[in-house]
């Protein structure tokens, strides 16, 4: 079954506040990984909905399942790195395994779709007759990998662990308690992440991944050259020339394109063409794309999701074949000269004299929450669970609350220095 694309970069982003409380990485090469797994207490909570009563399964650190309609059942999530095309296996040997039993004909609760956030929306109550009216064990299995894709060069998979199997029909529960998983690779090359080699993101995978560091080796990663590409409308160039110069000063390999070096009035799809070319065939290929100008100099593409979002993603999406970036893509939205000889400025000012005086200032982060009067709840829950996470890795996080007028003023919060805004 397919992890959905549309959560493909969430897992990748949340996966860290899942993982580790039940699994141990043991053992790790280029063959394979060895992981130990102990599972939490497991927490029963009875659910009243409008259906009737459900129970709702709960582990401490531990995701959900995400097919709707499905038993919502804890699933713990690790991305690791495999060697580009190899055959991947993973296995479960459980040491510890304890069968508990439900109430008759109770029922675990199923998984919910999203809610839209627009006004009158509410959670809908799905289930899904042909999972719950089976003598079967649900997911059936205790581990599961799948390939998300590529990220410059290396390959990456999502490694689940199913510790709760349920069965409906005679409500009963298999709670793996102790297990040791093992997943071995075969076949395989490095070639891409070699060519694809760069510092930042080494360490962005070496955060991310279980055992990036085996797909290293021995090899010493140069700092530089870290390649950084700048594409500009012809009248914006001169411009954008200090922070292209202060960005060589700083040790990238910086490369100034116009607009009109790609071609005649060119599409999105014509510069993301030649940001490709850049990063297969340029001796250093960009760790770092900077577009210049807002959506009416600069195209963008359209998302897939609902109202078709606008995107710079698929800018940094280099393999095509998924929704992993393979560099980091920003854009300085500005409309004209003027504003962008601004915002050059205050980026010069901002890097050079805070970090001059000190580093304080990037362990601070600052978390804003809508006006919006039917959904400023949804916004402040998400920004209050951001800053505990924030916290949680020594950050100091405040707020603004802009429905209640409450918290730190922008003004405020940004001249006293903040990493995260």
């Known amino acids: 079954m397919g992890v959905p694309k549309r959560i493909l970069l969430l897992i990748f982003i949340v996966f860290i506040a899942e993982g580790l409380a039940g699994m141990r990485l043991v053992n790790s090469n280029r063959g394979g ?13 009875s659910m009243q909905v409008e259906e009737g ?44 395994v304890r069968e508990e039993g439900l109430k008759e004909g109770l029922k675990v609760l199923p998984v919910a779709p999203p809610v839209p956030k627009i006004e009158g929306a509410h959670p809908e109550f799905t289930m899904n007759d042909a999972v719950y009216s089976e003598d079967l064990y649900y997911p059936g299995e ?10 410059r060069g290396h390959e990456l998979y999502l490694l689940e662990v199913f510790p709760v199997q349920y069965n409906p029909v005679r409500d009963s529960l298999k709670i793996l308690q102790k297990g040791e998983i093992r997943v071995s690779f075969s076949g395989g090359n490095l070639a891409l992440s070699d060519r694809y080699r760069s510092l930042p993101f080494e360490r962005f995978l070496d955060k991310f991944t279980l055992n990036h560091r085996e797909f290293v080796g021995n090899k010493s990663v140069p700092e530089v050259p870290v390649g950084y590409l700048i594409i500009t ?30 071609g005649s009035n ?8 030649f940001i490709r070319d850049a990063y297969s065939n340029w001796p250093v290929p960009p760790t770092f794309v900077l577009l210049i100008g807002d959506v009416d100099r600069m195209p963008y593409f359209v998302g897939h999701g609902a109202d078709s979002p606008a995107t710079d993603l698929y800018y940094a999406d280099m393999d095509g074949t998924d929704y992993l970036p393979d560099l980091w893509a920003g854009r300085l939205s500005v409309a004209s000269s003027s504003q962008l000889a601004s915002v050059v400025t205050k980026i010069l000012s901002y890097e050079r004299n805070q970090w001059s005086q000190g580093e304080e200032w990037a362990q601070k982060a600052y978390f804003m929450a809508s006006d919006d009067p039917s959904f400023h709840g949804l ?31 922008v003004s405020t919060a940004l001249n006293d220095g903040r990493s995260i805004a």
């Open 266 to 273: 060119p599409t999105a799809y014509d510069i993301r063409d």
């Open 233 to 262: 409308p012809d009248e914006f160039y001169s411009d954008v020339l200090p922070l292209a110069e202060w960005r060589r000063e700083m040790g990238y390999h910086v490369s100034v394109v116009k607009l009109s070096d790609i």
């Open 142 to 151: 205790y581990v599961r990998t799948e390939r998300l894709g590529m990220v």
């Open 33 to 45: 990984l060895v992981l130990s797994f102990e599972a939490p207490a497991v927490l029963f909570n």
């Open 53 to 96: 009563e459900y129970i709702a399964i709960e582990m401490e650190g531990a995701g959900q399942i995400s097919e709707v309609g499905s038993p919502k059942l804890p699933v713990f999530r690790e991305i690791i790195e495999v060697p580009e095309g190899a055959e991947v296996r993973a296995e479960l040997f459980p040491l510890s």
């Open 379 to 409: 916004a402040e829950g998400t920004q209050l669970y951001c800053m505990s996470k924030a916290r949680a890795y020594g950050m100091t996080a405040d707020s603004l609350f802009a429905y209640y007028g409450t918290g730190t003023p």
